[in-house]
């Protein structure tokens, strides 16, 4: 489950920490890149996943959108 930041004076959910926690999501094997954003829902604590949705419309992502896209702009270091 997402760890929300209990500092009230800092955003806890920027775009980079929901990046992170959705690779590290992935990279346990617990969702895959293929699967929409929402289903990220269930791993954020209820009250505070319209923070998450609101940074996610912030930076132009829908819902939709799959996980994969969150991510893009991950390097591979084996090309």
């Known amino acids: 489950m997402i ?3 209990p500092n009230p ?3 806890a959910f920027t775009i980079d920490f929901i990046r992170d926690e959705a690779r590290q999501l992935i990279n346990r094997g617990v969702i895959s890149r293929n699967q929409p ?3 990220l829902c269930h791993y954020v604590p209820a ?3 319209a ?3 609101s940074e ?3 930076n132009d992502y829908l819902l939709r959108d799959r996980v994969g896209d969150l991510l893009s702009y991950e390097e591979w ?3």
């Open 37 to 39: 954003l929402y289903c």
């Open 3 to 5: 760890q929300s930041i």
């Open 77 to 79: 270091s084996n090309d």
């Open 9 to 11: 004076c800092i955003h």
């Open 47 to 49: 009250r505070e996943w």
């Open 51 to 53: 923070d998450v949705e």
């Open 56 to 58: 996610l419309e912030r």
